[in-house]
């Protein structure tokens, strides 16, 4: 028997600078750099913190980092349940639209009576059956996710302004309810927790490793007996409940609840966190927590241009140039050490 | 070789499968019998049907019409979980391998070790150890068992496969093309591997193209043609040219 293949032999191709690739130490390095990705996100997230700080002088103070935390914790919280729906072959774009309508829905709960706790679980129940029709239509109508959760991204961002006549009401709760859920520093706790939960059960639990093996290989996948339609459906149906729930924590943070929350820009950021964390795009890898670094790098992007003063329009260009670079190195290195281009 | 009685009771029984992919009629109707500690060879052209009806044995496909027997009694195999609770294994033409996960992922797919209670935690390490077993067991040697299996050869593909499928006490044994991707010496670990299966009484189903390891491996034969059963024999007696000359006979 041959012995097997080592993981890191280079490539014949990449004659440039091969020489100094070829020292062990380097080869070890890439090898630390394509395994502990998150590590080299995190590192680059805190050079471009640094950065801030020294041109702004603001950054590290309390209310810079709170508002930090704000613009971070929506993304995370999206990007997380992203990875296990990422990680397992799908896409779904309706997140930022299941994330705007949840708060409406709890606001008119509360109009009819509902207590708001209650009038909470209504809501997240009735977005999740929007997870429900994007898993089931995706799986057993075989529509590809991507067009079927455009459809219902349209539907329910259609649906979130018919019922609110595209006007902003109030937020729901006050008072120990919204320190709990929403207000201050209670958003980016949540945030945690959902990194916690959903690293825990990709990490440690068979649905996280089935998702991995669909994304990885559907048909062996079935062929091992994995149920796969159930993971998958299920994944929609976890996601758009958890994006309900931070569009709910959301609207008690800023204060408002508003039908043009939430939407498409949302649901690319936690899209891009997910990617840039390092999750496989194609499905078969992913890391929740390279998705929270990545959605802490997007939001220090944010909140440091805008300390900064540069307008929208050169955050759009730098975001993009991250996500070129970023996928880039991923996609050569991980080419590199899995000897995947057989040549 | 212990080869079974020629009246050892029938373990596995396939009446009238039909299945059919659209248009194209996989099984027309076949009817096939295992006995009880046989080692079974599945012989035949491409196309003909043999992957289909061991998807079918082991419940990853449903016939269209036709019924199962397990020990005399019909069965109706709801999925694969189900079929391997029944004592029935599989080892799949593409060996059924996500390239992405690890050496032991693999081998504990859908099999995984875990704690109990409500919240059933991975117990990787447990997987770990026992995989290290069952590749001694298997008898190759394996790099690193958290390696991808997408870096591994053909042969160390195949036996993660193998040892996925030897980690059970299974009563039937389905083999798809199992030397299909190996190289001499590790066809040789693999015949013996089936050969310690079915000395601990194990039956064995297994599709060949090779009429050799047939000689080698098998006591008796099937020849599927067109989705059914052309010519059934015992492997007494031939040698891999007079099997060339049966298959071949069939075709006409
Ligand atoms: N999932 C499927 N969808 C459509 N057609 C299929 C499917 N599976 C098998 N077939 C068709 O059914 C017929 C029998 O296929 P099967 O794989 O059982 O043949 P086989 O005898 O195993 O061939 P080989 O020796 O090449 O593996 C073939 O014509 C094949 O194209
Ligand atoms: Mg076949």
């Not at chain 1, 048909?219 to 996601?239: H, M, Q, T, Y």
């Not at chain 1, 958890?242 to 943070?253: K, M």
């Not at chain 1, 043009?260 to 999750?279: D, E, H, K, P």
């Amino acid at each position: 028997m041959p012995e097997g293949l080592r993981p890191a032999r280079l490539g014949s191709r990449f004659t440039v600078g091969s020489r100094l690739l070829q020292s062990r130490h380097a080869k070890r390095f890439e090898e630390f750099l394509f395994r502990y990705r998150e590590v080299t996100l995190l590192a680059a997230g805190l050079c471009l913190g640094a950065y801030f700080q020294l041109m702004t002088g603001k950054l590290l103070s309390n209310a810079d980092l709170l508002n930090l935390s704000q613009i971070m914790a929506p993304i995370a919280m999206l990007a997380c349940p992203t990875v296990l729906l990422i990680a397992s072959g799908e896409i779904d774009l309706s997140i930022g639209q299941t994330f705007a309508l949840a708060p409406f829905l709890v606001h008119f709960g509360q109009q009819a009576g509902i207590p708001l706790l209650l009038a909470d679980v209504l809501a997240i129940a009735a977005v999740s059956v929007v997870g429900a029709i994007n898993g089931v239509v995706t799986v057993y109508l075989g529509v590809p996710s991507f067009v079927t959760t455009l459809g219902t991204f349209f539907g329910v961002n259609g649906l979130t302004l018919i019922i609110s006549s595209g006007e902003p009401v109030g937020a729901p709760g006050t008072g120990l309810y919204a320190t709990i859920f929403g207000q201050n520093w209670s958003l980016i706790i949540w945030a945690v927790a959902a990194l916690a939960l959903f690293h825990f059960i990709l990490k440690h639990m068979r649905w996280g490793l089935y998702c991995v093996a669909i994304g990885g290989n559907y048909e062996a996948s079935r062929e091992a007996g994995i149920k796969v339609d159930r993971i998958k459906i299920g994944n929609f149906i976890i996601l758009a409940a958890v994006s309900g729930f931070a569009g709910i924590l959301d609207a008690v943070t800023v204060n408002i609840t508003d039908p043009l929350a939430g939407g498409s820009a949302i649901m690319f950021s936690a899209i891009s966190a997910v990617v840039i964390g390092g999750t496989a795009l194609a499905g078969g890898f992913g890391t929740v927590v390279g998705a929270f670094i990545g959605a802490g790098v997007l939001a220090l992007l944010q909140d440091g241009l805008t300390l900064q003063g540069i307008n929208a329009n050169a955050f759009d260009l730098i975001l993009g140039i991250a996500i070129l670079s970023v996928m880039i190195m991923n996609v050569t290195l991980s080419r590199h050490l899995l000897g995947r281009r057989r040549a | 070789m212990n080869s079974a009685h020629p009246d050892s009771p029938l373990l596995l029984e396939a009446e009238g499968i039909v299945k059919q992919f659209g248009s194209i009629v996989a099984l027309n109707g076949l009817s096939m019998k295992l006995r009880s500690g046989e080692v079974l060879g599945l012989l035949g052209d491409n196309g003909v049907g043999k992957s289909t009806l061991l998807k079918i044995l082991t419940g990853y496909l449903q016939p269209d019409t036709g019924t199962i027997r397990l020990d005399g009694e019909v069965v109706r195999l709801r999925d694969v979980q189900h079929a391997r609770s029944l004592g029935i294994d599989i080892i799949y033409q593409d060996l059924a391998l996500v390239d992405q996960l690890s050496i032991v992922e693999n081998i504990f797919l859908n099999r995984e070790a875990t704690t109990s209670g409500p919240i059933r935690v991975l117990r990787r390490r447990a997987m770990r150890r026992a995989a290290e077993d069952l590749i001694e067991r298997v008898g190759v040697k394996l790099p690193s068992l958290e390696q991808p299996v997408g870096t591994l050869s053909g042969g160390q593909r195949a036996a993660v496969a193998i040892a996925r499928v030897v980690q059970t006490n299974d009563r039937v044994l389905l083999l798809d093309e199992p030397l299909a991707a190996v190289g001499v010496r590790e066809a040789q670990t693999v015949i013996d591997v089936v050969r310690n299966l079915h000395a601990e009484g194990v039956s064995v189903i297994v599709i060949l193209h090779n009429y050799g390891h047939v000689i080698d491996l098998c006591e008796r034969f099937y020849i599927v043609r067109d989705g059914q059963i052309a010519e059934e024999g015992s492997v007494a007696g031939h040698t891999s040219e007079s099997l060339i000359a049966t298959v071949l006979a069939t075709r006409l």
